[in-house]
Nanobody
Framework: QVQLVESGGGLVQAGGSLRLSCEAS????????MGWSRQAPGKNRQGVAN???????NYAEFVTGRFTISRDNGKNTVYLQMNNLKPEDTAVYYC?????????WGQGTQVTVSS
């Protein structure tokens, strides 16, 4: 019923940039919020950024000033522009959306930042 397709991950050198995209099913309406979390091997999942239906944004302290979240409501797509990437940003990045009382997750996209 809810499909989230992520893209944009890859391998980049430290200081480089990547732009992640997450497209939700176009039939979905009344999305409360969308956002991104990440998980490195052996570590807990960390919240990265989220954006509400009224475009209120929140960022984790470890990405503030480097990452920007945005969304295109017409396309049901959320983006994460990642600049000045660091090796510690290496993780699988998962997008999510919230509808009513439910949260749905994408399949994840790998981001690898080399030193």
């Amino acid at each position: 019923q809810v499909q989230l397709v992520e893209s944009g991950g890859g391998l980049v050198q430290a200081g480089g940039s990547l732009r992640l995209s997450c497209e939700a099913s176009r039939s979905i309406r009344n999305i409360n919020a969308m956002g991104w979390s990440r998980q490195a091997p052996g570590k807990n999942r960390q919240g990265v950024a989220n954006i509400s239906s009224r475009d209120t944004t929140n960022y984790a302290e470890f990405v503030t000033g480097r990452f920007t979240i945005s969304r295109d409501n017409g396309k049901n797509t959320v983006y994460l522009q990642m600049n000045n990437l660091k090796p510690e940003d290496t993780a699988v990045y998962y997008c999510f959306l919230q509808i009513g009382g439910s949260t749905f997750w994408g399949q994840g996209t790998q981001v690898t930042v080399s030193s």
